[in-house]
């Protein structure tokens, strides 16, 4: 009797289970608009500026940029969650929108602070040797 064998390729697992069950997921459920999270993340940064503003110290003038950016981040994790949880409960948003709202919003936060940061070193009088 002659036996007949396939070979079938062994593809290995992904490192990741959930890898490809994501795509599927996000296909299935529905979308925003992408301008609707920049809405809700410009809406976020803007509630939750002056609390940042508040916990930022005077220490930052004397950070690189990349430290400053740093800085920030660490300063408005705390202030961008209390924020986002609003967002969720006003809007019902779950968890991989709110991800992507923060995300952005950070962004938002970081690019108004250095922007305050450079308005105020701009405004300090300058001194010049007589």
Known sequence: MLRVEQHRPRLAPPANPKSLAMPLLNWLL?????????????????????????????????????ECRGYIHARAATVLEVELDLLEKQTGCGANLAAAV???????????????????TRQ???RKAA
């Open 102 to 120: 923060r995300h952005r919003a950070m962004g938002e936060i970081v690019r108004l602070a250095i922007g305050d940061l450079l308005k105020t």
């Open 124 to 126: 300090a009088p300058v």
């Open 30 to 66: 529905p979308s925003v608009p992408p301008q609707q999270l920049h809405a809700w993340a410009m809406e976020v940064a803007r509630r939750s500026q002056d609390a940042v503003a508040a916990r930022l110290g005077p220490s930052m003038r004397r950070m690189t940029l990349s």
